[in-house]
């Protein structure tokens, strides 16, 4: 995307005369405003929606984004954070601050995320985008920060009854009947099928897999699930429980990994089942998930537009919190992807 530190260097003046070309805020003259406006015009910028808001309002917000993270760290949210950072240095130059933070999944009471969350209000946030966890107690925090005016966006797994102003991210349930539709269209008879997902405590992770379920049930009953593990998001969990299944069951001739832990999983397919893979189906495209991808490992994987997902959440905080506008949607779904081999 152009900026308009490029189209001031093409057009030879300053950043903040471009600036006030593409925001009609006068002060530049005519001929060279006219110069400014037939490059923007060839180059086919379309001016920042943040940029515009806080050109205007001048305020300085401090906004807070929140994730989950295993030790292992799962790759997709990386691909989120830089959506995160790339609307962090759009909006630094207008005195914006960013604080990204991240919390681990094997709390099962919720009280580190909540502790997460009380330090990031403790810093002076005044909007938060999450990734919550499944729980009563993290449900009643957001609540509690929508009544103190500090607006929520739940970020790629839902909270129902968080107060949340809007959630953004993959329709989970139609992602996991995808997959199911994937493992029933690459299995040309009965097979047998293990899958591999995140935590109970994560909504996408938990409807993925009741999507998945149903398809099978439904339209590929000549398929029955034996097998059913948790990772945690961790590539060495993933590693050591897709190999005790496949040990477990030889036979195994699909195998759903509905969360993260991708690569783990992956590697112990290599290691127990070289010759003779199952179909896998998995989430998101990692750099290492498209590794196995084109090594064959992976049959197929459905993205879900991981930058954007760390990107407009801050849009939409910005638009709310300088003019009042709310998100146009209760749910904003990001666009499911299927990516195979062929088509990388």
Do not use: W
């Amino acid at each position: 995307m152009v900026t308009l530190k490029q189209i001031a260097a093409m057009a030879g003046v300053s950043r903040g005369t471009v600036d006030r070309v593409v925001n009609h805020r006068g002060g530049v003259n005519e001929e060279t405003a006219r110069k400014v406006r037939a490059i923007v015009d060839s180059v086919g910028y379309v001016p920042n929606s943040i940029g515009r808001t806080l050109a205007n309002s001048r305020k300085n917000f401090r906004l807070g984004f929140l994730i989950f993270q295993s030790t292992s760290a799962n790759p997709f949210f990386t691909d989120v954070l830089r959506g995160v950072e790339c609307a962090a240095q759009e909006l630094r130059e207008f005195g914006v601050t960013v604080e990204a933070a991240s919390c681990g999944m094997e709390d099962a009471t919720g009280r580190e995320q909540i502790g997460r969350i009380d330090r990031l209000v403790r810093a002076g946030i005044q909007g938060l985008a999450i990734t919550p966890f499944d729980h009563p107690a993290v449900a009643a925090k957001l609540r509690k920060l929508a009544e103190q005016g500090i607006p929520v966006i739940n970020v790629n797994s839902d909270l129902a009854d968080s107060g949340r102003l809007c959630y953004i991210g993959s329709d989970y349930r139609k992602a996991g009947e995808t997959a199911g539709g994937l493992m029933g269209l690459f299995h040309r008879t009965e097979g047998k099928i293990g899958i591999v997902t995140g935590s109970p405590l994560v909504v996408c992770h938990t409807e993925r897999e009741k999507g998945f379920r149903e398809i099978l049930e439904k339209r590929y009953p000549e398929l029955s699930i034996v097998s059913r593990e948790v990772n945690q998001d961790d590539d060495f969990v993933s590693y050591d429980v897709t190999r005790r299944m496949l040990e477990e069951y030889p036979e195994l001739t699909g195998l759903y990994i509905a969360a993260g832990g991708v690569y783990g999983a992956c590697r112990a397919v290599e290691a127990v089942r070289p010759a003779s893979r199952p179909v896998i189906v998995s989430h998101d495209k990692a750099e290492t998930t498209l590794e196995m991808l084109k090594k064959g490992v992976i049959t197929a994987t459905i993205g879900q537009e991981a930058f954007r997902q760390g990107h407009e959440p801050l849009q939409m905080l910005y638009d709310y919190l300088s003019r009042g506008i709310s998100p146009e949607a209760d749910a904003v779904y990001t666009r499911l992807d299927i990516c195979i081999r062929e088509n990388l």
